[in-house]
Nanobody, 118 residues
Framework: QVQLVESGGGLVQPGGSLSLSCAASGSIVSIGTMAWYQQAPGKQRELVASISSSGWKNYADSVKGRFTISRDNTKNMVYLQMNSLKPEDTAVYYC????????????WGQGTQVTVSS
């Protein structure tokens, strides 16, 4: 059984920073691409940032220069550092990863709420 567990969400004022973490656990053989998605109320889930197993990173235009994705392959973790937060960043943030156990499958975390408001 593989689990992705996010942590680090909360309430922050505009211009502030938050750091999200996601830990993968279970009988993991290897992890491929890891990513963060956001879903605002009434909107579809959208990719925020992704990072390959070799460290290649991709960002949504809306977060370039403000958010940084990183991973620690020794700990099976992925992180999202969010700076200069805006009210429009308010959403539930989900961790996502391609994980090999007996075969390769895509997994989602349960989500963590990020609210940017004064």
């Amino acid at each position: 059984q593989v689990q992705l567990v996010e942590s680090g969400g909360g309430l922050v004022q505009p211009g502030g920073s938050l750091s999200l973490s996601c830990a993968a656990s279970g009988s993991i053989v290897s992890i491929g691409t890891m990513a963060w998605y956001q879903q605002a109320p009434g909107k579809q889930r959208e990719l925020v940032a992704s990072i390959s197993s070799s460290g290649w990173k991709n960002y949504a235009d809306s977060v370039k220069g403000r958010f940084t994705i990183s991973r620690d392959n020794t700990k099976n973790m992925v992180y999202l550092q969010m700076n200069s937060l805006k009210p429009e960043d308010t959403a539930v943030y989900y961790c996502n990863a391609d994980i090999a156990v007996r075969g390769l499958r895509n997994y989602w975390g349960q989500g963590t709420q990020v609210t940017v408001s004064s």
